[in-house]
């Protein structure tokens, strides 16, 4: 937690600044209320906020494990061709230009309101990143130690799961964090579209009735709910790098 401190200072010390600076009449509270009653707001509307809550993780943790496993096959089928990495590298970088909110009426469209819809978003926000550091983190192993492997007869899932897995978890790590943060994002962003119950909705019906502290609320427990994820997922990590 030490690492952490000067975060949490400058957070608070944010806090403290915004709760003084509306509190002055500088702005209208309406329009930006300061943190406490943002919390307060939080505290009272809880019951409520709880379901949404417990839906958009759902759909966020879902979509990040189904992520984990396509990009984690597709980084390792990479590796296994060159011409299959020549051929799919290149649509994988395309594909990132197409804004996902586009996508998402068509999935609604396709798929209805239901869950599946936004655990597609969320895979397509986490996936690319995971296939592109795992992919990444195979091709820069120690191929010191697969040249010695290879003077030993030993097959390339042996030398893949010996080898080169152990040396490339960093990257694949490094992808999945930056996976985890956008997971809950994509959720949000999937009911905004369309959906009967999430954050998302949550926060669009509070901005249509003006409630501007329950979208503060929404938009902070997004964050805790990102960092939750981004926690286990750095757990994880602990256990298989030391």
């Known amino acids: 937690m030490k690492k952490y401190r000067s975060s949490f200072l400058l957070i608070i010390f944010l806090l403290v600044f915004w709760e003084f600076y509306v509190r002055s009449g ?3 509270i309406r329009i ?3 943190p406490s009653l943002i919390f307060e707001a939080l505290l009272y509307h809880w ?3 709880l379901p949404h809550v417990f839906q958009t993780l759902l759909e966020a943790m879902m979509g990040f494990l189904i992520a984990v496993i396509l990009g984690f096959a ?5 590796d296994i061709s060159p ?3 020549k051929t799919i590298y290149p649509l994988l970088i395309i594909s990132q230009t197409i804004p996902i909110i586009a996508l998402a009426p068509l999935l609604l469209l396709w798929f209805g309101f239901g869950i599946l819809p936004k655990i597609i978003i969320v895979v397509l926000y986490c996936f690319f990143p995971i296939a592109i550091a795992g992919a990444d983190g195979l091709n820069i192993s120690k191929k010191q130690f697969m040249k010695l492997l290879v003077s030993m007869d030993a097959s390339y899932w042996q030398g893949l799961f010996l080898v080169r897995l152990p040396s490339s978890l960093s990257s694949f790590f490094s992808g999945l964090k930056i996976a985890a943060t956008y997971s809950v994002a994509g959720a949000i962003v999937g009911e ?3 959906a009967y119950q999430g954050l998302g909705v949550y926060m669009q019906q509070a901005a249509n009735s003006y409630s501007v502290a329950l979208v503060f609320a929404s938009i902070f427990i997004t964050i805790i709910l990102s960092f939750l994820i981004l926690k286990i997922v750095m757990i994880v990590e602990s256990l298989f790098i030391y």
């Not at 597709?74 to 990479?78: E, G, P, R, V």
């Open 32 to 34: 930006l209320p300061p």
């Open 74 to 78: 597709l980084a390792i089928l990479l």
């Open 26 to 28: 500088s702005v209208n």
């Open 192 to 194: 905004l579209v369309g």
């Open 83 to 85: 011409k299959i990495n």
């Open 47 to 49: 019951d409520s906020l």
